[in-house]
Nanobody
């Protein structure tokens, strides 16, 4: 497995922006597709965005499309989520996740990811 550590969560006003980061260590970062998920109390973990190994293909949940951008820097072993035009409904704990080594196709299913970070809280005030 890979160790994932998220950062960047904060309190922001509606309409504002945040950039989340996820630092990876423990195995070759560039050989795993990555994703971001989020969760609010009492609800299942929800897909946000995913990216292939080289970062060439991305996918997004409809609720964040055109507002959020997922990217990765394989030289820095870091995954990012740029969040713009934040809404109160974006408030959640955000998790980054990695697929198994040498699995490069993106996925929106939480069960396809085998390593998870501890999460970072994003709070959006209206």
């Amino acid at each position: 497995q890979v160790l994932l550590v998220e950062s960047g969560g904060d309190l922001v006003q509606a309409g504002g922006s945040l950039r989340l980061s996820c630092a990876a260590s423990g195995r070759t970062f560039s050989t795993s597709a990555m994703g971001w998920f989020r969760q609010t109390p009492g609800k299942d973990r929800e897909f946000v965005a995913a990216v292939t190994c080289r970062g060439s293909i991305t996918r997004y949940a409809d609720s964040v499309k055109a507002r959020f951008t997922i990217s990765r820097d394989n030289a820095k072993n870091t995954l990012y989520l740029q969040m713009n035009s934040l809404k109160p409904e974006d408030m959640a704990v955000y998790y980054c996740a990695a697929r198994r080594t040498n699995v490069c196709s993106s996925s929106s299913l939480a069960t396809d990811f085998d390593s998870w970070g501890q999460g970072t809280q994003v709070t959006v005030s209206s």
